[in-house]
């Protein structure tokens, strides 16, 4: 009775969404708006959701670990741990370099971290919430990522680690900054959040360096609405970012789970006495960053779509690129060599002698209904999050960030998320020309 029950519970769930959910793709000039970006998504996905629910099992559980070893397997990695946010994602990554276990790698307060500016401010926040020192380097323009040329010189004896994202899905050179970490023995962490499904030398992104990172927030991707993971294929590294993910414990077992060790109560850690109950012994100082088991449900289905999604945002931006690469005033990323990016999005940077402003551009894009953004933070050391902190002692600029600034200042970018339509490209490819061409 019970499953002949949650069957036609299922049932009405997809009739549901047919007669009141499914997404109006129908685009009207001048009256539909055009997001940056959007949830795309079926009747799976909220099947999967009451599915969940009717379990009541809202912690981690059966879809979180089917989505743990379905995203594993996508990347080609030993290992993949789901949290709450991308933004969580990139904490536990970095606080995982500073785990005592790591020993005369482990990243100490003072120690360097080699990043960007120019981006989002969750890729640089841990180095500082930790105490460790942001080092920052300029971003070339034509792939809109690290130079790389810098990386030698922002080098110290304090230098532990490298952790930069892969801008708008576009992948920085990581042959190349593979080999400067290597030769220096640094950490290397990809923040893969903007760029999930992007590939480089035949690989995917977030796999390359000791631990990459996503987030599943509603532009993303994927989305679980709040989500993220973190990935490796280092046991250690998982071992400790396991641990820190669960409030910091020594314990492996799931919840619900006991005694997984089969020595739940005959060991010996720190000055506790022996035998203190191993569920309750904490190797780390650690955080409770743990997704439900509702939103892995959500994201069991959108991974299913994910070779779907990316194919649909290569062919967006592809048609971007095609109507508007002979607009004077107007420069756009390339990809990176050997790399066939998972567009997030579609960067405009104006030339040098634009009449016009990013600002004006923009405003006019806004007032016909096309959604536009800055690439993010633009330079993060002019926010006032910075204010207070000093250069040279709590970070570090090599050189003048002088293509950083000019990113802040002049560039701004559309969306090619799965669910944009043709229609909506070909209008922003007009008005874009019509907005130039006033000027020419």
């Known amino acids: 009775m019970k499953s002949k029950l949650r069957m036609e519970i299922l049932e009405k769930i997809k009739a549901y969404y047919q007669q009141n959910m499914r997404q109006n793709t129908t685009f009207v000039k001048g009256k539909s708006k055009i997001n940056y970006a959007g949830r795309v998504f079926d009747e799976k996905e909220m099947v999967n959701l009451v599915d969940c629910a009717l379990d009541f099992w809202l912690t981690f559980g059966e879809y979180s670990k089917k989505f743990e070893k379905g995203l594993a397997e996508y990347l080609g990695v030993r290992y993949a741990l789901l949290v709450n946010s991308g933004s969580s994602a990139n904490l536990l990554a970095f606080f995982a370099l500073t785990s005592s276990l790591l020993k005369e790698r482990q990243i100490k307060r003072g120690d360097e971290v080699i990043s960007v500016a120019c981006g989002f401010p969750t890729t640089i926040a841990p180095i500082v919430q930790y105490g460790a020192v942001p080092v920052f380097i300029d971003v070339e323009l034509t792939h809109c990522n690290v130079d790389i040329t810098q990386l030698e010189k922002a080098l110290s004896s304090k230098t532990k680690a490298v952790m930069l994202a892969h801008t708008l899905g576009n992948p920085f050179d990581i042959e190349k900054v593979k080999v400067f970490c290597d030769t220096h023995n640094l950490w290397l962490i990809e923040d893969n959040c903007d760029a999930l499904g992007s590939e480089y030398q035949g690989k995917k992104t977030g796999t390359f360096g000791d631990i990459g990172t996503s987030s599943f927030y509603p532009p993303h991707h994927l989305t679980m609405g709040e989500g993220g993971a973190v990935y490796t294929n280092n046991p250690l590294l998982k071992k400790i970012l396991l641990s820190l993910r669960d409030w910091g414990r020594d314990c492996w077992c799931e919840s619900g789970v006991d005694n997984t060790c089969g020595c739940r109560f005959a060991q010996s850690f720190g000055s506790l006495p022996k035998g203190y109950d191993h569920k309750y012994v904490y190797s780390h100082f650690g955080f409770n960053l743990k997704a439900t088991d509702m939103q892995a449900a959500i994201g069991v289905a959108q991974?299913?779509?994910?070779?779907?999604?990316?194919?649909?945002?290569?062919?967006?931006?592809?048609?971007?690129?095609?109507?508007?690469?002979?607009?004077?005033?107007?420069?756009?990323?390339?990809?990176?060599?050997?790399?066939?990016?998972?567009?997030?999005?579609?960067?405009?940077?104006?030339?040098?002698?634009?009449?016009?402003?990013?600002?004006?551009?923009?405003?006019?894009?806004?007032?016909?209904?096309?959604?536009?953004?800055?690439?993010?933070?633009?330079?993060?050391?002019?926010?006032?999050?910075?204010?207070?902190?000093?250069?040279?002692?709590?970070?570090?600029v090599v050189g003048t960030l002088e293509n950083t600034d000019k990113i802040m200042c002049d560039s701004f970018w559309v969306g090619v998320y799965p669910g944009m339509q043709e229609e909506a490209i070909c209008f922003m490819v007009a008005k874009i020309r019509e907005f130039v061409e006033s000027f020419c």
Request: aromatic fraction near 14%.
């Open 303 to 396: 991974l299913e779509k994910l070779p779907i999604f990316t194919a649909k945002r290569i062919a967006n931006f592809n048609k971007l690129y095609v109507g508007l690469q002979d607009v004077k005033y107007l420069q756009f990323m390339q990809p990176q060599k050997d790399s066939i990016p998972s567009w997030f999005g579609f960067l405009i940077t104006l030339s040098n002698d634009a009449p016009f402003s990013r600002n004006e551009i923009v405003e006019f894009l806004e007032a016909n209904g096309i959604q536009t953004r800055n690439l993010f933070g633009g330079n993060m050391l002019r926010h006032p999050a910075f204010i207070g902190l000093e250069n040279g002692k709590d970070y570090r």
